[in-house]
């Protein structure tokens, strides 16, 4: 079993804050995969990243592969309501198959 | 174009009982994924198909469970003898499948809107 862990589990913030998320693991992935969802809904897919070192950026947020393809940050600056979600982490091993991460429950206070 | 779909989105069934819950993949899509979510948690792997080979059934928790795909395109994951602890929403994916070249790695997944399975 590949363990992805996230970091931290639940996160509460003010409006215009900034935090950043982390996903963790001992184990090295061909692919790094972020994903929002909401209640109700299935997982969405924001970024992939694939290469070690790897920065993304999608409007407000930025995303962060390891150099040794292990681990990935979750950036996001000047946090709005609708930022609100359930963040999850995804590594894609040779055979395919995705092990997702704890997830990063977040709430951005108006 | 149409998404995933699943069915039934809820579904509450009796200790002992099976259930048979459903997935339509994006049509043309080879890979299809399940997975199951306990409340707030990430998503725990139980299954893969890709195209005509044979499923990865290596996250299925207990032989209650198994899944078919039929004609390349429509699954459906039965559970048998439902127990409480079977409880969670089960999501299910699809994809293009792998890239060529031997880059091993996928086309994104689609997820449906997942069914919320209670056993009561």
């Known amino acids: 079993t590949q363990l992805l862990e996230q970091s931290p589990q639940f996160l509460s913030i003010q409006e215009g804050e900034n935090l950043t998320v982390y996903c963790n693991s001992s184990s090295v992935f061909s692919s790094l995969q972020w994903y929002r969802q909401e209640p109700g809904e299935g997982p969405v897919l924001l970024v992939t990243v694939v290469t070690g070192g790897e920065v993304k950026k999608l409007k407000r947020l930025t995303f962060q592969f390891g150099d040794a393809r292990k681990d990935s940050s979750l950036h996001i600056t000047a946090a709005q309501p609708g930022d609100t979600g359930l963040y999850l982490c995804?590594?894609?091993?040779?055979?395919?198959?995705?092990?997702f991460g704890t997830g990063t429950s977040l709430t951005v206070i108006p | 174009g149409a998404g995933v779909s699943q069915s039934p989105s809820n579904k509450v069934t009796e200790k002992g009982k099976d259930v048979e819950l459903r997935c339509d993949p994006i049509s043309g899509h080879t890979a299809l994924y399940w997975y199951r979510q306990s409340l707030g948690q990430g998503l725990e792997f139980l299954i893969y198909f890709q195209g005509n080979s044979a499923p990865d059934k290596s996250g299925l928790p207990s032989d209650r469970f198994s899944a078919e795909r039929t004609g390349g395109s429509v699954s459906t994951l039965t559970i048998q003898r439902t127990q409480q602890e079977d409880s969670a929403v089960y999501l299910c994916a699809s994809s293009l499948g792998p890239l060529a070249g031997g880059f091993s790695r996928s086309y994104e997944q689609y997820f449906g809107p997942g069914t919320r399975l209670t056993v009561t």
């Open positions: 995804a590594g894609e091993d040779t055979g395919n198959q995705f092990y």
